[in-house]
């Protein structure tokens, strides 16, 4: 499968932009861009998706990098709600789909 | 948006029991279902995939006399914990896959999890 990697921590200030980076350097070419995030005792939400094209919806905006081996999930507006750990996956063609999750970044938004 | 339930949403059994724990996609139909187990401050880890009327894939390590998958239909999708014992006792989480009609995108959509605790 391949791999993401992603920094364990990062903090933001609230309503301030907040940049998570993740690299996927071993990406395959019909590999998709998955990023989830998770609060505690919760499943994973789904928060967007990208394959080649940068991609906006109303919770965030995915910034893929030309050569697709990096990718940023962008919130414009970081709230208390948005803290969390977030994972960027991707999605393996051979395996119908199977993701392995890394250890992902936990988000702190301070107040 | 897509919808998935488990139920239930936490369970607390004595050693050597046997739990079952279901998934549902409420809005859509999946084809194929992902259990995972997470430990305390650690990450996802999938377990098996899970298809439609067939056998489950458990990754290494995971038993699958142990973990017992049944995918019997395209909204429901079960995990059993046989003969569960402390060591079992974590967060189980399924997810579902939709495809888009007109194109394959792999999202999952996860449930809210089940809080598994085996005295």
């Known amino acids: 499968d391949a791999k993401t990697t992603q920094p364990n921590s990062m903090e933001s200030n609230e309503e301030e932009p907040v940049h998570l980076p993740c690299n996927h350097s071993?990406?395959?070419?019909?590999?998709?861009i998955h990023w989830y995030r998770q609060l505690p005792s919760q499943g994973p939400e789904y928060v967007i998706h990208?394959?080649?094209s940068n991609v906006n919806n109303r919770m965030a905006s995915l910034a893929i990098a030309e050569d697709r081996k990096s990718s940023t999930l962008i919130l414009h507006r970081a709230t208390l709600r948005d803290a969390a750990v977030y994972y960027c996956?991707?999605?393996?063609?051979?395996?119908?789909?199977?993701?392995?999750f890394g250890d992902g970044t936990t988000l702190t938004v301070k107040p | 948006g897509a919808v998935v339930s488990q139920h239930p949403s936490r369970v607390i059994c004595k050693s050597g029991t046997s739990v079952k724990i279901e998934c549902r996609s409420l809005d859509f139909q999946a084809t194929t279902m992902f259990w995972y187990r997470q430990f305390p401050k650690q990450s996802l880890m999938l377990m098996a995939t899970s298809n439609e009327g067939s056998k489950a894939t458990y990754e290494q390590g995971v038993e699958k006399d142990k973990f017992l998958i049944n995918h019997a239909s395209l909204t429901l999708s079960t995990l059993t914990v046989t003969s569960a014992h402390p060591e079992d006792s974590s967060f189980y989480i399924c997810?579902?896959?939709?495809?888009?009609?007109?194109?394959?995108?792999?999202?999952?959509?996860f449930g809210p999890g089940t809080r598994l605790t085996v005295l």
């Open positions: 996956i991707l999605s393996a063609n051979t395996n119908a789909g199977k993701s392995t």
């Open positions: 997810s579902a896959r939709s495809a888009l009609a007109g194109g394959r995108t792999d999202t999952q959509y």
């Open positions: 071993t990406i395959s070419g019909t590999d998709y």
């Open positions: 990208g394959l080649t």
